[in-house]
């Protein structure tokens, strides 16, 4: 998995580097305000996972699944519901990786 770094959007905006999907996945920050921008250039539609490792009274949440269509882009917040407790970061994982690009963004809130 690649650690995706965060951009911090200032007052006075932010440039925005998009990088390639990893095959293995990604992780990122998590938080208020933290959002993973999915850019997708293929000509079909690709699914974008989140893990959510939490649990209910002893049943585990399930996973937040996002379809992103082709020639699209999301945005897709990235709150502490996702967070790892052991590794303090959101795993993301990928249907496909073909042409489809990855940025995260932290906004003020």
Not at 34 to 60: I, K, Q
Not at 79 to 89: A, E, I, M, V
Request: a negative charge; glycine letters at 10%; hydrophobic letters at 45%.
């Amino acid at each position: 998995m690649a650690a995706l770094s965060t951009t911090v959007v200032g007052l006075t905006g932010a440039a925005v580097a998009y990088t390639a999907a990893a095959g293995g996945g990604d992780t990122c920050q998590t938080g208020a305000g933290v959002l993973l921008l999915v850019r997708n250039d293929d000509a079909s539609s690709h699914t974008v996972t989140l893990a959510t490792p939490g649990t209910v009274n002893g049943l585990a949440i399930a996973d937040r699944a996002v379809t992103v269509a082709a020639g699209a882009e999301e945005a897709i917040p990235v709150t502490n519901d996702y967070r790892d407790p052991s590794t303090g970061l959101a795993a993301i994982t990928y249907d496909a990786v073909t042409s489809v690009t990855v940025a995260v963004v932290r906004v003020p809130v």
